[in-house]
Nanobody
Framework: QVQLAESGGGLVQAGDSLSVSCIAS????????TAWFRQSPRNEREFVAA????????YYADSVKGRFIISTDAAKKTVLLQMNGLKSEDSAVYYC???????????????????WGQGTQVTVST
């Protein structure tokens, strides 16, 4: 049974940096990918970034490219999302999600991911 738990959210000022973590328990398939999505009260859940456990390929939404970095710590079964240059529009609940055998064309699609965490709130004040 796979379980995901996010941590590290909080309240920061615009322009600050913040890192959120996703720790997985249970087995990790070699062809799995882990993604971060976010959702705010006014928006639907949107893709932020994803990484493949095998090979480490990364993918980013245009809105965060160049500001956010997704990485893994395989020994700790952790996926990190380093968020730099935060903006008010980055405020949301951030969810990590994991899916097995996610194809490139579906890497940013929420339905590609079977396991989800409970989310962690990130609030950016101006």
């Amino acid at each position: 049974q796979v379980q995901l738990a996010e941590s590290g959210g909080g309240l920061v000022q615009a322009g600050d940096s913040l890192s959120v973590s996703c720790i997985a328990s249970g087995p990790t398939a070699a062809n799995s990918a882990t993604a971060w999505f976010r959702q705010s009260p006014r928006n639907e859940r949107e893709f932020v970034a994803a990484i493949r456990w095998s090979g480490g390929s990364t993918y980013y939404a245009d809105s965060v490219k160049g500001r956010f970095i997704i990485s893994t710590d395989a020994a700790k079964k952790t996926v990190l999302l380093q968020m730099n240059g935060l903006k008010s529009e980055d405020s949301a609940v951030y969810y990590c999600a994991r899916g097995d055998g996610v194809v490139l064309s579906s890497i940013s699609t929420a339905s590609s991911y079977y396991y989800w965490g409970q989310g962690t709130q990130v609030t950016v004040s101006t």
